[in-house]
């Protein structure tokens, strides 16, 4: 992953943050609830992977004055090639249980996932 973020940047995570979150708008508003949960999920691995890392040596506790912003962490930067490898990490994830599920004849688990992994490949080449 790439570095920190500063207040205005914009970054690819971002940008796709953003676009995730007006697919999620309109699958909300169709009612599509299997997609609705997918690009929920979709956000929060974007969410997760932007999180600042844990200091090694990090305090039992943290004393901050209320309102100071000295407890506001700095957010990693996800590049193009970041948000590629997270999607298709849940993409290849998913090709793994459809394969094991299919494995042991739980074809309507099956079918779910390849659904979700339609809507998931819509934004690996953006």
């Known amino acids: 992953m790439s570095?920190?973020?500063s207040?205005?940047?914009e970054n690819a995570g971002e940008a796709m943050k953003a676009e995730l979150?007006?697919?999620?708008?309109?699958?909300?508003?169709?009612?599509?609830?299997?997609?609705?949960a997918v690009?929920?999920?979709l956000v929060a691995t974007l969410d997760?992977?932007?999180?600042?890392?844990?200091?090694?040596?990090?305090?039992s506790v943290d004393r901050h004055d209320f309102g100071d912003g000295s407890?506001?962490?700095?957010?990693?930067?996800?590049?193009?090639?970041?948000v590629h490898g997270l999607i298709l990490g849940e993409v290849n994830a998913r090709l793994e249980a459809v394969a094991?599920?299919?494995?042991?004849?739980?074809?309507?688990?099956?079918?779910?996932l390849n659904a979700e992994i339609r809507i998931l490949r819509r934004?690996?080449?953006?």
């Open 3 to 5: 570095g920190f973020m």
């Open 7 to 9: 207040s205005s940047t």
């Open 21 to 36: 979150r007006r697919a999620l708008r309109a699958a909300m508003k169709r009612g599509d609830k299997d997609e609705t």
């Open 39 to 41: 690009l929920r999920e």
């Open 48 to 59: 997760n992977a932007e999180a600042a890392p844990l200091r090694e040596e990090r305090p």
């Open 71 to 82: 407890a506001e962490g700095q957010r990693r930067v996800l590049t193009q090639e970041d």
């Open 100 to 112: 094991e599920f299919g494995r042991l004849g739980a074809e309507a688990r099956s079918t779910a």
């Open 123 to 126: 934004y690996v080449q953006r």
